[in-house]
T-cell receptor
């Protein structure tokens, strides 16, 4: 079955450490997205990519970095510059980058906490 | 830019109806609705494009009033499985931009 796989499910970060969250999709979608969700709140866009080798900052990109070297993969690195990384991170994809008229398919998320 | 949802939370008994509203300060191209169960991924419900259409999906339907920049999600004869947090997402006219609302938590009790 096609879908989005995020790993790991839970992740702990030490002070000053960079950590990378994995996101893989086999839906053959062009566009991929990373969202951050804090308790009781909505989804805020961190980064998005409409095609391979291209990505754009979202609303809260500071302290995060991404790459899009393959169509299937869109890893997110949470750097030490992100001082409050504790949150639920969701990866999503859509068939095209025309995000206004495309449904987004989500992975099961990664829950990141500070040690 | 983020749409505003109301109410923030609602508690229902099985069989009761609910309406969730979503409004934007920006001219809208589209409205999307998603449902998220606790600790799980959001699941897509429906998209409404500008043109004032109404869509239905079993006992869950939605309307989109482009002029008022508003959408409403209607849940009729609610079931226990309807519990979760409902998010609207708005696609902005003139820009390929999309924003999620802060969610409405729906709790359906037996």
């Amino acid at each position: 079955d096609g879908g989005i796989t995020q790993s790991p499910k839970y992740l702990f970060r030490k002070e000053g450490q960079n950590v990378t969250l994995s996101c893989e999709q086999n839906l053959n979608h062009d566009a991929m997205y990373w969202y951050r969700q804090d308790p009781g709140q909505g989804l805020r866009l961190i980064y998005y990519s409409q095609i391979v080798n291209d990505f754009q900052k979202g609303d809260i990109a500071e302290g995060y970095s991404v790459s899009r070297e393959k169509k299937e993969s869109f890893p997110l690195t949470v750097t030490s510059a992100q001082k409050n990384p504790t949150a639920f991170y969701l990866c999503a994809s859509s068939r095209t980058g025309e995000v206004r008229n495309q449904p987004q398919h989500f992975g099961d998320g990664t829950r990141l906490s500070i040690l | 830019q983020q749409p505003v949802q109301s109410p923030q939370a609602v508690i229902l008994r099985e069989g009761e109806d609910a309406v969730i509203n979503c409004s934007s300060s920006k001219a809208l191209y589209s409205v999307h609705w998603y449902r998220q169960k606790h600790g799980e991924a959001p699941v897509f419900l429906m998209i409404l494009l500008k043109g004032g259409e109404q869509k239905g999906h079993d006992k869950i339907s939605a309307s989109f009033n482009e002029k008022k920049q508003q959408s409403s999600l209607y849940l009729t004869a609610s079931q226990l499985s309807y519990s979760g947090t409902y998010f609207c997402g708005t696609g902005i006219s003139n820009f390929n931009k999309f924003y999620f609302g802060s969610g409405t938590k729906l709790n359906v009790k037996p």
